[in-house]
């Protein structure tokens, strides 16, 4: 099984700027879809960003303009670049991916906190 590591995480002040990144323990193109959730305290996790194995990205709305998702197969690394980043961000942010026969794998999380 392909285990995925996040890092990146942090403190940031509204305004500022994190790069996440989600590490793979094999090959990424082993998942059709990648992806970057969130989960804040006392909600529910939500889809950020999404990327196929294709390229081709999705986005919540809240996170259009601001986010945005890319990889590097040759590092077997998935990324979320996050800009004028809003105290609404702060979550824990995970990394999945999607592999053809369904099977779903999850990154331990990382936090990201934005607050002045």
């Known amino acids: 099984q392909v285990q995925l590591v996040e890092s990146g995480g942090g403190s940031v002040q509204p305004g500022g700027s994190l790069r996440l990144s989600c590490a793979a323990s094999?090959?990424?193109?082993?998942?059709?879809?990648m992806g970057w959730y969130r989960q804040a305290p006392g909600k529910q996790r939500e889809l950020v960003a999404v990327?196929?194995?294709?390229?081709?990205?999705n986005y919540a709305n809240s996170v259009k303009g601001r986010f945005t998702i890319s990889r590097d197969n040759t590092k077997n690394t998935v990324y979320l670049q996050m800009n004028s980043l809003k105290s609404e961000d702060t979550a824990v942010y995970y990394c999945?991916?999607?592999?053809?026969?369904?099977?779903?794998?999850w990154g331990q999380g990382t936090q990201v906190t934005v607050s002045s």
């Open positions: 999945n991916g999607v592999m053809a026969g369904g099977d779903v794998n």
């Open positions: 094999g090959s990424i193109s082993s998942f059709v879809v």
């Open positions: 990327i196929s194995r294709s390229g081709s990205t």
